[in-house]
């Protein structure tokens, strides 16, 4: 009996974490726009919504020049 449960233990720690694997790897390559607030409020800006075409031309020149 406990060799049972230990062994569906193992298999659903197995299954969960290669559903957070492929979570993460299904977002990846997707950008995204975070915008703290000094309240301590975040909203996130997806790539696709309106908000995120006016900040994402923004948010690249200024990482392109603070990468040069």
């Known amino acids: 009996m406990k060799r049972r449960l230990a062994a569906g233990l193992v298999a659903l720690g197995s299954l969960l974490g290669a559903l957070a694997i492929w979570r993460r790897r ?19 800006f997806a790539e696709g919504s309106d908000e995120a075409a006016r900040l994402f031309p923004i948010a690249r020149r200024i990482l392109a020049q603070a990468r040069s």
């Not at 990846?28 to 309240?39: E, L």
Request: hydrophobic share 35%; no cysteine; aromatic share 10%.
């Open 26 to 44: 299904s977002g990846a390559g997707k950008d995204h726009a975070d915008v703290y607030f000094a309240d301590g409020s975040m909203v996130s």
